[in-house]
């Protein structure tokens, strides 16, 4: 790995590149690999090893790198607009885009509001949603979210996460938030417990909250922590009920994750918001939508001087060419079936898993659709677990980004199951081995 061209690109990189998320000193013994190209689920270094992409690039993969259908989307796209600003102006990928994901996200979400990656989407969200009440003649502005949660990483989104590791030292910069507890286990039972304590808070507190979001059923940053599909049917008729909106952050749970197209349909709720990003773009490029209701919609909706528009913007908003390539990501999803064609994978996948079960430092096995986590247990947070299988994998040819002591898999869909099995045997040597 540390031979030749890789040697060479990781060194000239570490003279000027901060990576992201990454304490930079780790780099004096961990090696950076500078990925030559990509095919399918593989990814292959300068000095031609490979690796398999077990966790889909940080979640955004779904149908393979360099996909063909893809890859010729954003190919005839280039030739016709590259970019254009989305404000006075328009275009047809754009159009065509809302159009397919107001029929394919729940009914009551009409209105697609574009930005350029999740953390902005979630951004627009908060502002949308205290916005909206400010409409009203409400001042409501106090955040609520679920313990344990992950929405991104710039200070609202941040604000409404709870991972210790990213959010404490900002903590004096975020705006108002608070926690409830999320359900402890994928049990009904916790599901209700923790209900009930968000009722407790929304009585509480109810009419100085503008909105509660939450990951739907799986949170992704926070160890992928999973929950019964009752807490999420729960949380809709409580925010209903304190005139608290809901937002449903599916920016990694979305487009088929779960094993339904979104982390809603299984409990067959509608959110006021639903935050995409991702997959959106098959893990092309960097594109994000806020979908919403026409009652929010119509909140904004007035004469110019009334200052009641929602005045945000970025500059890539809805990009043409992540456009073009999130609808011929749609366009797979609808050609191949593939919410019905990845049942299966998920039924291997599943029991490829029940060999970790007897191994003594694995305390759960948990999964929920096509997104497995291995949990393990016996360890401080000083030996960097995590790292070691890190590690592990990329010596064996896999890539393992472990969230702390839980080692996840949640590779594209394209994956074969002889390749799961590779994945799945190098998770279990490693973790052997640790
Ligand atoms: C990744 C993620 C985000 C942030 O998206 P970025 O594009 O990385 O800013 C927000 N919410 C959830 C649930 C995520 O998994």
């Known amino acids: 790995m540390f031979e030749g061209k890789n040697r060479e690109i990781m060194q000239r990189d570490l003279e000027v590149i901060w990576h992201p998320c990454t304490q ?12 030559a190209s990509a095919k399918g689920v593989y990814l292959y270094d300068f000095e031609g090893n490979r ?58 979400l009409e209105k697609v509001f574009y930005a350029d990656n999740g953390s902005s989407a979630v ?4 502002k949308m949603s205290y916005h909206y009440h400010y409409n009203q003649g409400k001042k409501k502005s106090l955040f609520l979210s679920l313990s344990n949660s992950y929405h991104g ?54 009419d100085k909250i503008a909105a509660l979001i939450l990951e739907p059923l799986i949170q992704g940053a926070g160890g992928m922590h999973m929950y019964h599909s009752d807490y999420l049917k729960g949380a809709r008729e409580l925010t209903s ?14 487009f088929g994750r779960t094993g339904m197209m979104f982390g809603c349909n299984h409990a067959k709720i509608s959110p006021d918001f639903m935050t995409l990003s991702k997959g959106l773009t098959g893990g092309y490029l960097p594109l994000s939508v ?41 366009g797979i999803f609808e050609s191949q079936n593939i919410i019905e064609t990845n049942q299966s994978k998920q039924q291997h996948l599943s029991k490829l898993l029940q060999k970790f079960k007897s191994l003594p430092n694995v305390k759960t096995v948990r999964q929920q659709g096509m997104v497995a986590a291995v949990e393990l247990t016996g360890y401080t947070p000083k030996e960097r677990v995590g790292l070691q299988i890190y590690r592990y994998g990329l010596t064996h040819g896999v890539l393992l980004r472990p969230l702390g002591n839980v080692i996840y898999f949640m590779p594209p869909y394209i994956i074969t199951e002889s390749q799961m099995g590779e994945m799945i045997q190098v998770a279990y040597d490693a973790i052997k081995a640790v």
């Open 24 to 35: 930079m000193k780790d780099h004096e013994t961990l090696p950076i690999i500078p990925i």
């Open 153 to 206: 990483e710039t200070i609202g989104a941040l604000s409404v996460g709870d991972v210790g590791l990213y959010k404490e030292t900002y903590a004096p910069l975020l705006i108002a938030n608070e926690q409830v507890p999320v359900p402890k286990d994928q049990t009904p039972k916790a599901a209700h417990d923790a209900l009930e304590l968000l009722e407790t808070r929304l009585k509480e507190k109810g």
């Open 290 to 330: 806020v979908m919403t209701t026409n009652t929010i919609y119509n909140a904004f909706y007035c004469d110019y001087h009334e200052y009641k528009a929602f005045l945000h913007s970025h500059s890539y908003t809805g990009n043409p060419l992540a456009c073009s390539v999130a609808l011929a990501t749609l």
């Open 241 to 254: 009920k304190y005139d608290v909106h809901l937002i449903a952050d599916e920016i990694m749970t979305g």
């Open 51 to 108: 690796y398999l992409d077990a966790i889909s690039s940080w979640w955004v993969n779904l149908f393979g790198h360099s996909n063909p259908t893809i890859n010729a989307a954003l190919i005839s796209q280039v030739e016709q607009l590259e970019h254009v600003l989305l404000a006075g102006f328009t275009h047809a990928p754009a159009v065509e885009l809302a159009h397919q994901l107001v029929a394919l996200t729940p009914k009551g």
């Open 123 to 126: 951004e627009v969200a908060l």
